[in-house]
């Protein structure tokens, strides 16, 4: 039987710093399944299960969900997709979360969004979200073609919750204080790659050639940046 090699790669970078943003152009051109801890979090919540409302008030302070709790949650789904290429978005964002990915699945590469905190800020009170397929906007940066309606399904588009100032600074202190040991946890395995700069366009032919260097050709969707 030919087995087809899977890639198996995880985005970091603070609260706006383009992550999914990355992902949707990642996962177009490579074809790996994108997964976003947060757009499964917002789904919970959605539906308005139990786990959802302890979610949401995690969400809504800036603090981060319980560990057990979002491991669970997160490999239960990636053990779905065991036959794919993946892209995890937000998950890992402590040590003992990356731990535990570790434990069940060997990831080939890190993406880290080095994004200056002052840059990120207008960036997320200016974002409006289509909640079910995770499509991301901004009024300034790449906004829809009809103002407040997803440009696929014509939905109305919605803010988050959590991207009010407050909270905004919030949960950068959480990246600060709880997720910035992940990288140097992955930068000592040796497979954190780094990205620096305050524009996203910008940003993205550096990680297009990169990962162009690294997926197996037969796997990627086209080549253009
Ligand atoms: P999330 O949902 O993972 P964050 O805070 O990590 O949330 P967020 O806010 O989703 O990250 P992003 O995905 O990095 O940001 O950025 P994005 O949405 O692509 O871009 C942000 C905005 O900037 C958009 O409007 C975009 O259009 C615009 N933009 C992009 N590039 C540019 C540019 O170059 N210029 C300009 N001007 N604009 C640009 O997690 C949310 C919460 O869920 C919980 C936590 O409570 C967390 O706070 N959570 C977890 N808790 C525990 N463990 C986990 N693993 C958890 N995962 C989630
Ligand atoms: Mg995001």
Known sequence: MLLRSLFRAVIMGPPGSGKGTVSSRISESFGLQHLSSGDMLRANIK??????????????????????????????????????????DGFPRTVAQA??????????????????????????????????SGRVYNTDFNPPRIPGLDDVTGEPLTQRDDDTPETVTRRLKAYETQTQPVLEYYRSKGVLATFTGTETNKIWPHVHAFLAKKIPQSQQVRGGV
């Open 47 to 88: 539906a308005k299960s139990e786990l959802g409302l302890l979610m949401k008030s995690c969400i809504d302070q800036g603090q981060l969900i319980p560990d057990d709790v979002m491991s669970r949650l997160i490999l239960a789904s990636l053990r779905e997709m065991e036959q794919s290429s993946w892209l995890l």
């Open 99 to 132: 731990e535990s990915l570790d434990s069940v699945f060997t990831v080939d590469t890190v993406i880290n969004l080095d994004v200056p905190f002052e840059t990120i800020k207008e960036r997320l009170t200016s974002r409006w979200v289509h909640l079910s």
